[in-house]
C-alpha cells in the first residue's frame, strides 16, 4: 500500500506543478479564436484547457480500469505514468495553441492512474477500513496540489528569466517526475489481483459490462453524484487563478502559493480525518459535512467584497469541502461492487467524475466575468446543495 500511495504521490506532484501555470498560457492566443462569431476570452480558453483533459479522461478512465482488471494493476498503472510522461514533454515544447491543446488531451487519455490505484487499495481492504483508504489516496491528491504548485510556479518564472516559455522547465519536470513514478510502479508495487493474465474464455463470464454499474435508479444517482460533485470542485479550481488575478491582481507564483496552502488543507483531512470520521458518523454523514462546507465557502465569495482574506478563507473551503466527497463517494462504490470488478467500477467513477471536469470549467469560462463574478458562484452552490439532497435522501432510505 505505501509504494502505491507514494508513486500516485509523485505522478500527482507533477500534475500539479503544471496546473497553475495553464491558465497563463493561453494569454498569447486571447482574440485568435472564435466560436459562433464569439472571440473567446481568456479565462474561456483556460477552461478549455481543463476540459480537453477531462474530456480525454472520462473516454479513457474506463478503459484502463477494465484492462488493469484483465493485465494487472501494477502494469497498468506503469503505462499511465509513461504516458503521463510523453504528454508533459510534448507540453513542455509547445508553440502554439494546438498544440498546448494536444498536450493536454494524451495528458488527460493517461489520467487512469487515479482509478487503477483506487482498484488496487479496494484489492487490498475490506469494508471496513475501505473508507481509509480512499481518504489516503485524497491525502496523496493533497500533497501533490501542495508541493506542486509551489514548484511550478518558481519553475516557471525560472524558464521565463532563462528566456524560455513559462512552461518549458515545469513540463520537463513534471516528465521526470512521471518517469520516476512508472519505474517505481513497475519494480516496486506488488500485483494486487491474483491471476490478471486470464484467458479470454476465463474472463468472459466473470466480466460485467459497464451497463451493470448503471442499471437502477439508485445506481444512476450515485454516479451522477460524482459528475455533480467534480463539476464544484473543478469550476472553482479553474477560475480561481482568474478571479485573483483580475480582482486581486496577483501573479502565477502567488497563485500557486494559495494553491499549495489548499493542497496541504485537503492533506490534512483526507490522512487525518477522512478515516475517523467515516467510521464515526458514516459516509453519508460525512457527504453532508462536506457540502455545507463547500456552500459555506460559496457563500463567503458571493456576498463579501474581493480581498485577500476572502481568497484565504473562500477558497479553501470551496475545496476542502468538496474533497470529502470522492473518498466517501467511491468507498460507497466499493462497498456496493462485486470484488471481482472493482477495477471496472472504480474506473468507471473516475470516468465519470471526468464528465463534470470536462462541462464544469466550460460553464465556468462562460459564466465568470470580471464585472459580475457572483453567478458562477450561485452555479458552484447548486452543485453542493445537489449533494446534500442527495445525501440526505439516502439517510432517509436507509433509516426506512
Known amino acids: 500500500m505505501p509504494a502505491i500511495l507514494f508513486a500516485i504521490f509523485i505522478d500527482l506532484l507533477g500534475f500539479g506543478i503544471i496546473v497553475p501555470i495553464l491558465p497563463f498560457l493561453v494569454g498569447p492566443y486571447v482574440g485568435t479564436v472564435t466560436v459562433g462569431g464569439v472571440v473567446l476570452d481568456e479565462a474561456t480558453l483556460g477552461a478549455g484547457l481543463f476540459s480537453i483533459y477531462s474530456l480525454t479522461a472520462f473516454a479513457a478512465g474506463p478503459l484502463w480500469g477494465r484492462l488493469s482488471d484483465r493485465i494487472g494493476r501494477r502494469t497498468a498503472l506503469a503505462a499511465t505514468f509513461l504516458g503521463a510522461m510523453a504528454s508533459y514533454i510534448l507540453l513542455a515544447f509547445s508553440d502554439s495553441l494546438l498544440m498546448l491543446f494536444v498536450a493536454r488531451a494524451f495528458s488527460g487519455a493517461m489520467a487512469g492512474n487515479v482509478g487503477i490505484a483506487m482498484a488496487a487499495m479496494a484489492d487490498l481492504t ?8 480512499m481518504g489516503l489516496i485524497g491525502a496523496v491528491f493533497g500533497l501533490g496540489f501542495a508541493f ?7 519553475l516557471s518564472g525560472l524558464s521565463t528569466a532563462g528566456g524560455g516559455s513559462a512552461i518549458l522547465l515545469p513540463g520537463l519536470a513534471a516528465a521526470c517526475l512521471s518517469l520516476i513514478a512508472a519505474i517505481m510502479a513497475y519494480y516496486f508495487i506488488s500485483e494486487t ?21 448503471l442499471k437502477t435508479p439508485a445506481q444512476l444517482a450515485l454516479f451522477s453524484m460524482f459528475i455533480v460533485t467534480s463539476a464544484g470542485q473543478i469550476m472553482a479550481f479553474t477560475i480561481m487563478p482568474f478571479w485573483t488575478k483580475d480582482l486581486l ?7 500557486g502559493n494559495l494553491m499549495g496552502a ?16 467515516f467510521k464515526s458518523i458514516g459516509e453519508l454523514k460525512a457527504l453532508v459535512l462536506g457540502g455545507t462546507i463547500h456552500l459555506i465557502g460559496c457563500m463567503v465569495i458571493i456576498f463579501a467584497t474581493p480581498s485577500f482574506l476572502v481568497a484565504l478563507i473562500a477558497f479553501p473551503l470551496l475545496m476542502s469541502g468538496m474533497t470529502l466527497s470522492f473518498p466517501a463517494l467511491n468507498s460507497l462504490l466499493s462497498q456496493r461492487t462485486d470484488r471481482r470488478h472493482q477495477g471496472a467500477a472504480l474506473g468507471l467513477s473516475s470516468g465519470i467524475s471526468a464528465l463534470g471536469r470536462v462541462a464544469g470549467p466550460l460553464a465556468a469560462g462562460f459564466l465568470y466575468t470580471k464585472a459580475a463574478p457572483a453567478p458562477l458562484f450561485y452555479a458552484i452552490a447548486l452543485t453542493s446543495g445537489t449533494l446534500l439532497a442527495w445525501s440526505f435522501w439516502e439517510l432517509r432510505k436507509g433509516e426506512a
Open 249 to 255: 491582481f496577483w501573479s502565477q507564483e502567488e497563485v
Open 193 to 213: 489481483i491474483s491471476s490478471p493474465l486470464e484467458t479470454e474464455a476465463d474472463t468472459a463470464p466473470k466480466r460485467a459490462p459497464w451497463s451493470t454499474f
Open 126 to 133: 475490506d469494508e471496513s477500513n475501505r473508507g481509509r483508504a
Open 262 to 277: 489548499i493542497g496541504l488543507c485537503i492533506a490534512a483531512i483526507q490522512s487525518l480525518a477522512t478515516g475517523p470520521l
Open 148 to 154: 506542486g504548485p509551489l514548484v511550478g510556479g518558481q
